[in-house]
Structures are given as structure tokens and as C-alpha cells.
Antibody
């Protein structure tokens, strides 16, 4: 079964660092772009960035560039999203998604809830 | 790069048809996909590359584009179609992707 399984809910304080994961299975991980999408509470979807695990080519949205790092480890078919210093405004659900059909995202992880509060 | 503009809400009775627009600048609206998201659920791909349906998606969902506006039409509206819908545009230069602002579809 093709799937992306994300790491669990995180509760952090402002200024802390965080790395969340997205484990792929059922397809050749290196051959597909994996994106990260943010959804703040009660709000819409925001595209954050994307990585091609085959060669680690990575692109970021200008809105997130410099605040996040996207990476991938082909050996364990896992993509990552990390922050060096969290803010309360980073509270959101974060989804990873596979670019599959054409230019679209056909497989989504279940989402990781990140809560940042003092 | 700003989000693509969608109407905040659209409503209709069961059996009717609705259209959701997705507007940006001419350079923003490229290969458009559409996603359905029920409350508390993961987004689901409904249309890719403007007008193609993934296998398993009902043929009541139809995608199109004219100029800098893409549209998702849902015909024969059903209660299960009540959800949020997002467009997303891909372009090969600049920032690759941008989502729309989202539209809440209500089945009256």
C-alpha cells in the first residue's frame, strides 16, 4: 500500500527546535517529490516547500524560506521538516504529500499537529 | 507570491451544480489541481493538471481553465460533497506551487 506516515503530535515552547518526519512506503521514494503543507487552526492550506529525495533538490516558498529546513534520508525513505526556533505562530497541522499524478499531490500523510505555547 | 483567490463559500441544493473559481495572475495559474477536505480530514486530490480526474473520483467533478481563472464544477450535488475545496497551481519557474484561499461548499 502506498502511504506516508507522519510522526505524532508535538507540544513545544517558543524558541525550541523541532524536526518532524514523514515515512514513505509502497513506492520508490527517491523518484517522487515530497512536499510539506501547513494548515493553521481554522485556516487554509499553505505550500511550504518540496524535496526530491533522489538528489535532495529542494525548493521553498518565499513565505517560509529561512525559517524551515526540508530534508530527506533515502536510506530510510523518510522526509523531514525542521525548525531551529519555534514561534507560537508555528502552531498548525503539517502535512507531507507526494507529487504523483501530473503536478498534483496524490498521497498525503495523516498530518502532524504542532503546538507551540509558553 | 499571493494565494490564488477563491470565493469563501458556495451553496446549493442537492442535485444542483456549482462552480468554484480560482483566480490569479496569468503567470500564477498554470497546472491546477483541486483538493477536497472534509472537517478534520486529510485533503483528497479531485482534479489534476486542470481537467484530469484520478481514478476513483466521481465524474461529477469537472475541472477547466480559461486565462488566469481555473474552475471546479460539481454537478448533481450530494450531501457528501459538503467540504472545503482548495485549488493549487504549479508552475515551472519561480515558486513552484501556490494554494488558493479555499471555498466552503454547503449543501442546503
Amino acid at each position: 500500500e502506498v502511504q506516508l506516515v507522519q510522526s505524532g503530535t508535538e507540544v513545544k515552547k517558543p524558541g525550541e527546535s523541532l524536526k518532524i518526519s514523514c515515512k514513505a512506503s509502497g513506492f520508490t521514494f527517491s523518484n517522487y517529490w515530497i512536499a510539506w503543507v501547513r494548515q493553521m487552526p481554522g485556516k487554509g492550506l499553505e505550500w511550504m516547500g518540496i524535496i526530491y529525495p533522489g538528489d535532495s533538490d529542494t525548493r521553498y516558498s518565499p513565505s517560509f524560506q529561512g525559517r524551515i529546513t526540508i530534508s530527506a534520508d533515502k536510506s530510510i525513505t523518510t522526509a523531514y521538516l525542521q525548525w531551529r526556533s519555534l514561534k507560537a505562530s508555528d502552531t498548525a497541522i503539517y502535512y507531507c504529500a507526494r507529487r504523483g499524478y501530473g503536478s498534483a499531490y496524490d498521497v498525503w500523510g495523516q498530518g502532524t499537529m504542532v503546538r507551540v505555547s509558553s | 507570491q499571493s494565494a490564488l483567490t477563491q470565493p469563501a463559500s458556495v451553496s446549493a441544493s442537492p442535485g444542483q451544480s456549482i462552480a468554484i473559481s480560482c483566480t490569479g495572475t496569468s503567470s500564477d495559474v498554470g497546472y491546477v489541481s483541486w483538493y477536497q477536505q472534509h472537517p478534520g480530514r486529510v485533503p483528497k486530490l479531485m482534479i489534476y493538471d486542470v481537467s484530469y480526474r484520478p481514478s476513483g473520483v466521481s465524474d461529477r467533478f469537472f475541472g477547466s481553465k480559461s486565462g488566469n481563472t481555473a474552475s471546479l464544477t460539481i454537478s448533481g450535488l450530494q450531501a457528501e460533497d459538503e467540504a472545503d475545496y482548495y485549488c493549487c497551481s504549479y508552475r515551472s519557474t519561480g515558486t513552484p506551487y501556490v494554494f488558493g484561499t479555499g471555498t466552503k461548499v454547503t449543501v442546503l
